[in-house]
């Protein structure tokens, strides 16, 4: 699965300006809801689920990345949103360490295998520490989109 056919256009926050776990998921909903991947009527019920999904366990793995995720009845279309913060947020993550990475996985509900491809797919390259680095060091949407399209192609080593 590529990581940029999961990122539909304006889907991608290169400079979040919310600063807390629950703004930055909202955030990332609300780029999500604006770039038409999401119903602007599940907004709400959206935010609502991934947060009740981060009560039951952060989704900050570390290394400076987290990646809250959610499977809705609702949800047509498996897409994501990346949102980075230059100060970092407090996501609770394993390590401790602030997020500086955000990818949103909103995903149907009635298709968990896809869920699980989508997430190998985000987590290959979220392993890579030049990919997380190359990350955090863009600046804008079209940054982020062409390290999307570097990895897709394998252009990025580990």
């Known amino acids: 699965m590529k990581l940029a056919s999961l990122v539909p256009e304006g889907a991608i926050r290169a400079s979040l300006s919310a600063q807390q776990r629950d703004e930055v998921i909202t955030e990332l909903v609300d780029a999500l809801v604006s770039s038409g991947a999401a119903a602007p009527k599940l907004r709400d019920d959206l935010v609502r689920s991934v947060l009740e999904r981060e009560k039951r366990g952060s989704t900050g793995f570390g290394r400076g990345v987290a990646v809250p995720h959610v499977k809705h009845k609702s949800v047509k279309k498996m897409a994501a949103a990346i949102g980075l913060s230059a100060k970092g947020v407090d996501f609770s993550a394993l390590d401790k360490q602030p997020v500086y990475s955000v990818f949103l996985l ?41 390290l999307l399209d570097e990895a897709d192609n394998h252009l990025i080593a580990g």
């Open 106 to 146: 909103l995903s149907p509900e009635d298709r968990p295998e896809d869920h699980l491809q989508a997430m190998e797919a985000i987590f290959k390259n979220l392993s890579k520490d030049t990919f997380r680095r190359f990350l955090r060091q863009a600046q804008t949407e079209k940054d982020v989109r062409t």
